[in-house]
């Protein structure tokens, strides 16, 4: 962006021609009544946000080019929402983050009555603001939300999701707030399910990730572990392969990975800080019609039954995470 907008809005009669941030409810099928929320910064990104999705988000768009994958199930209403077993990928929309837990991770796990990787994707939000002021000189969207996680006799979490997004800025952030509002503590089980797919994953996609350790998920990633980077054509019968890549911090508290494709010109740079995420959960799924790279930050092993392998919070405790992604060209 080259022009400021002091110097710009002379010539409009609406934001909405510079910077447009637009609300709206989806009609049709499954998705019917489902609540989106769309940022144009201006420029190059855009980006959907789904309140009824946990706060998650569904689209993001640069230079014309979808970042996300998006399943074959499209945006589905959370009242069809199914925690037995696996159904969870029934109602499992992709997009660009789909936040896994708090109450449970990884498979489903009957012992404590919890489906495939927990509900919070599928818990609308409430206290839903949004807001655009001038900040700096440039407009800026402010744009948040609290999913309860409440059940009685069970536990009593609020996640404040908070998105920020400035004219111009081929980027944007988002910082949760965890708190605990009940009387004893309490684990709290975490994934946030970012999935990229086609163009930004392709044959021609590096990634761009400086781990200081890698650890394959199962027997069967093992001996693949020297292809962990390594992108091909979508196979019909791909068996997926994942990985725990560990981070570390740099001297601002800040863990970062990138993904680049210079056949769309493209950099995507993500860095997350928190007290207890240290590692990205690699999804390698390159299957035909499924050809998705997750890459997911969290503290924990998916799946893990060990409770003292995730975070506890104290009651009134609140547990903080950030996260900034931004978008550059390749070349």
Not at 6 to 26: A, C, H, T, W
Not at 219 to 238: C, H, I, V
Not at 288 to 305: N, V
Request: glycine share 8%.
């Amino acid at each position: 962006m080259t022009k400021k907008f002091s110097d710009e809005k002379k010539y409009i009669g609406n934001l909405s021609q510079l910077f447009d941030v637009r609300q709206y409810k989806l009609i049709g099928g499954k998705a019917d009544g489902v609540n989106a929320i769309e940022i144009w910064n201006g420029d190059a990104l855009s980006v959907t946000i789904l309140p009824d999705r946990g706060m998650d988000i569904y689209s993001v768009r640069y230079n014309n080019h979808e970042m996300a994958y998006q399943a074959p199930s499209g945006i589905v209403h959370p009242s069809f929402y199914n925690d037995v077993g696996p159904k969870w990928l029934r109602t499992f929309q992709g997009g660009f983050l789909a936040t896994c837990g708090v109450e449970w991770i990884g498979g489903a796990n009957p012992d404590i009555g919890e489906g495939l990787h927990g509900r919070h994707n599928h818990t609308p939000a409430e206290q839903v603001c949004v807001s655009v002021d001038i900040e700096n000189g440039e407009p800026t969207a402010t744009i948040s939300g609290v999913v309860r996680h409440a059940l009685l006799f069970g536990v009593r979490y609020t996640l404040k999701r908070t998105y920020k997004f400035r004219r111009g800025e081929n980027s944007f952030t988002f910082t949760d707030e965890i708190t605990n509002n009940g009387f004893t503590e309490k684990p709290l089980y975490l994934l946030y399910h970012f999935n990229l797919g086609y163009p930004l994953i392709s044959e021609d996609t590096e990634l761009l990730i400086n781990s200081t350790n890698i650890e394959p998920a199962n027997d069967f990633a093992a001996p693949l572990l020297p292809d962990w980077n390594k992108m091909t054509s979508p196979e019909p019968d791909y068996k997926q392969r994942n990985y725990y890549h560990y981070l570390e911090k740099d001297k601002d508290g800040y863990r970062r990975y990138a993904i680049k494709n210079n056949s769309i010109d493209t950099v995507m740079n993500v860095s997350f800080r928190s007290p207890f995420m240290d590692r990205i959960f690699q999804w390698k799924n390159l299957a035909a019609g499924d050809y998705i790279m997750g890459l997911e930050p969290t503290g924990m092993h998916i799946g893990s039954k060990d409770v003292n392998e995730a975070p506890h919070l104290m009651p009134d405790e609140t547990l903080k995470n950030e996260f900034e992604f931004r978008f550059d060209p390749a070349k």
